[in-house]
């Protein structure tokens, strides 16, 4: 029984790729036949087994990878083992990667069919919009797509405020219902204080946002879109249509091999943002670059592009 119990642990540890320096054990157990019976003893024989040293590990001798923005990390997502970080739990802005949790909270909350009234309200939010009209009545399917592609902030308060009843008002509810999505996910570094990330008293860090786009990647919904690079969407008349490019540029101009989302971000306050993800061989890896030193539009994707470079040419899986 030893044997084979021996035997079956080092399938397993193949199994788990699993390799490293070997362990000695000055003891090792032999199996001798008596009279049809087995007798185990002991010798002072010396076996090795290897180390335990799960994967996926950096390859030796690789250099940090030269990332130049304030806060970056670099997650293996199938094993949520951190490869490379920055001051990666700082709490800091973080502009429209705000939406990933609007979406997520939406998702979870509505039926895609579902059908939205645009309001006044969403219709003046400032910045980056999908140019929703006031009174268009648009599908909550199309309106996720307004908010992950484009980065629509109308979009954003228009989900939001889908969730009040008749004669209720405002984004309170559904920023709620956000930060107890937070909460659930165990993010203690995380506060939203509006649907869009148009205020700057709300935070997060460079490692929740993995988190976050983690949990949203699942949602097969939430990663068609983001890895959407341009679609177009219509209000449920047929009248009125958007045209919506998508802000990553990953899965856009740049074409990046394996790319899969997931959201940009900017303001003032945060600088350039860009949460990203890209599979190559059902291995994917997040990495997430928060105020970029270079104050130019392309500058997160280009920190993003140089982070997800290091970590496939570098880490052994």
Do not use: C
Not at 168 to 197: C, H, W
């Amino acid at each position: 029984m030893i044997t084979k119990s021996l035997i079956i642990f080092s399938i397993i540890l193949e199994s788990l790729g699993i390799t490293g320096i070997a362990k000695r054990f000055d003891e090792a157990v032999i199996r001798t036949e008596y009279n049809s019976a087995h007798a185990v003893v002991a010798s002072n024989i010396t076996t090795t087994l290897p180390d335990i040293i799960p994967r996926p590990k950096i390859k030796p001798g690789a250099e940090t990878p030269q990332i130049f923005a304030k806060n970056y990390i670099l997650v293996d997502n199938n094993t949520g083992k951190v490869l490379a970080k920055q001051a990666h739990k700082d709490r800091v802005p973080i502009a429209s990667t705000t939406k990933m949790m609007t979406a997520i909270v939406a998702l979870e909350n509505y039926d895609l069919d579902e059908v939205a009234t645009i309001s006044p309200d969403a219709v003046k939010q400032i910045g980056a919009t999908a140019h929703l009209r006031i009174g268009e009545r648009i599908t909550i399917h199309s309106l996720l797509k307004a908010l992950l592609i484009k980065s629509g902030n109308d979009a954003a308060y228009a989900l939001a405020e889908h969730m009040n009843q008749p004669g209720e008002s405002g984004i309170e509810k559904f920023v709620n219902k956000m930060n107890e999505k937070a909460r659930s996910l165990g993010l203690q570094d995380t506060n939203y204080r509006d649907p869009a990330g148009l205020d700057t008293a709300g935070y997060s860090t460079a490692y929740d946002l993995y988190v976050i786009a983690s949990n949203g990647l699942r949602n097969q919904v939430f990663a068609d879109i983001v890895s959407t690079g341009r679609d177009t969407v219509q209000n449920v008349d047929g009248t009125i249509f958007h045209d919506l490019k998508n802000s990553n540029r990953l899965v856009n101009e740049y074409a990046y091999p394996g790319a899969i989302g997931v959201k940009t971000g900017y303001m003032p306050e945060a600088g350039h943002i860009l949460v990203s993800a890209a599979k190559r061989n059902d291995h994917t890896l997040i990495g997430v670059v928060i105020n970029t030193y270079a104050d130019t539009a392309p500058a997160s994707a280009d920190e993003s592009r140089k982070l997800l470079d290091w970590g496939f040419s570098n880490i052994e899986w």
